[in-house]
């Protein structure tokens, strides 16, 4: 292989890929190779894969087909990331094009093939971030420990491994110093942070909030998603509610409503409990924005278990749910369990949590009328008349999986403006631009 000059990187996936992507383009970068924006100009493709659900696979599968089929003589095609790690195997016997297997964290000996000094570049200090847009994603660990019959990630990812806080504090400031002003911490449980570093069960997150908020000042917003549910505690509660910056939303992945259904996977299954850290959540934060996502078709999954799910997603109204069907996955506790569901009847549970969600979501959505609200632009263009027109995120829109808000008015991406809202539909606001730059406290979920 002669030495690469440019690189292609395709990513697929979760946020997590997005934060391993970009880590391994400051490697490839700082070892002075050049992105490209079409595949066919690289000497290099490289493609971060996804293997989480069976969709995920076919989707991660289909674009490093497509790319073999493209390559031209003398390009290397190299397939890193989740899929490759359960199925390298599958990928190199399938496409005969690809000239490379890497599996999960593999990044450094994908940048020492590419004949990147990997040791030279991680002499460099406070390399400057690449931040595309107004937010960027602070990934807090990797692996887990949770033992749900669904999901494959331990699998994939191994156990918990938390990223010393002082590690984290430097990358937040290193996002801030691009551009970012808003911060959005993932991992497969944020909440479980630390707890492999000795500290106590779910005590780890509320220190780290409040240091990181410490570490970027009160103007960066910071958001929480990927809480596992027995781990959201009054400490945590009170630390989002005590800390200027950050946001009111929280995304906790519930998976079900019935606890039949949540024994089976393994999963906290006190229904009750989660009612009442609901209710302790809005009562420390009015307006609290709550994200959620449900599984139907579980194996054994009866039909008065999904309508438990649709009486329990109606008696929480959350703001957010996603709902996916379940997905058969290998080297999990459930793919041998008897009662596996229909593919017809998860799609059809699925069809009918959405369309009672849209419901549910419309009117969360009303309650934000009247309301104003600082956000952040991350798009500008005009009307049918010409008019100018902005779109972005308040602290309800979580960036890539919620609505958006569109308003009249005039500002640049990157900006925050403040937005009065006067129209809400099933996902989406709508509003008018009001003011500039809003130097107060960056979100709320008060009433103003």
Same mark, same amino acid.
């Given at each position: ?280 959540? @809005?009562? =420390?934060?009015?307006?609290?924005? &709550?994200?959620?996502?449900?599984? %139907?078709?579980? +194996? !054994? *999954? ?93 602290? @309800?829109? =979580?960036?890539?999986?919620?609505? &958006?808000?569109?308003?009249?008015? %005039?500002?640049? +991406? !990157? *900006? ?33």
């Amino acid at each position: 292989m002669s030495v690469p000059r440019t690189y292609h990187l395709v990513t697929l996936g979760c946020p997590k890929n997005d934060v391993d992507s970009e880590h391994l383009e400051r490697i490839l970068t700082g070892g002075e190779l050049v992105p490209v924006l079409q595949p066919e100009e690289a000497d290099a493709i490289i493609v971060n894969t996804c293997g989480f659900i069976e969709q995920s696979q076919a989707q991660s599968m289909a674009a490093v087909q497509a790319l073999g089929a493209n390559k031209r003589e003398g390009q290397t095609l190299i397939v890193a990331g989740c899929m490759t790690q359960l199925y390298g195997g599958q990928v190199r016997s399938d496409v005969p094009a690809v000239d490379h297997v890497f599996g999960v964290g593999q990044w450094q000996d994908v940048a020492k093939l590419l004949s990147v000094d990997v040791d030279a570049v991680f002499d460099i200090p406070d390399r400057t971030a690449k931040v595309t847009g107004p937010s960027a994603y602070l990934k807090i660990s990797d692996g887990c420990d949770a033992p749900c019959t669904f999901c494959v990630i331990p699998k994939i990812k191994g156990g918990l491994r938390s990223a010393p806080a002082g590690m984290l504090v430097k990358e937040a400031q290193r996002l801030v110093a691009a551009g970012a002003k808003e911060l959005v911490l993932v991992a497969q449980d944020t909440t479980a942070y630390g707890e492999d570093l000795g500290l106590p069960v779910a005590s780890g997150l509320p220190g780290l909030l409040r240091m990181l908020s410490g570490a970027v000042g009160p103007e960066v917003w910071l958001r929480l998603m990927y809480a596992y549910p027995s781990r959201v505690t009054a400490e945590l509660i009170e630390a989002m509610a005590g800390t200027p910056n950050v946001l009111h939303y929280l995304d906790v992945p519930l998976q079900h409503g019935s606890e039949g259904v949540l024994q089976r996977m393994k999963r906290p299954h006190n229904i009750d409990k989660v009612h009442r850290f609901v209710a302790e959540l @809005r009562a =420390a934060m009015p307006g609290i924005v &709550l994200r959620t996502s449900f599984i %139907a078709g579980f +194996p !054994g *999954e009866t039909e008065a278990e999904f309508e438990e799910l649709l009486a329990f997603a109606r008696e929480i109204r959350f703001d957010h749910a996603g709902c996916f069907t379940y997905s058969l996955q290998q080297w999990t506790g459930a793919f041998e369990m008897a009662g596996q569901v229909p593919d017809e009847t998860k799609h059809e549970r699925r069809g009918r949590f959405m369309q009672q969600q849209q419901r549910l979501a419309a009117k969360q959505a009303k309650r934000f009328v009247g309301r104003t609200l600082p956000m952040l632009v991350e798009g500008a263009g005009e009307d049918e008349d010409g008019g100018p027109v902005v779109a972005g995120r308040t602290y @309800r829109e =979580a960036p890539e999986v919620d609505g &958006l808000v569109f308003a009249r008015g %005039a500002a640049n +991406p !990157g *900006e925050r403006v403040l937005v009065r809202i006067e129209e809400a539909a099933d996902y989406d606001l709508f509003g008018t631009v009001l003011a500039g730059r809003h130097e107060g406290r960056r979100a709320t979920s008060r009433k103003q």
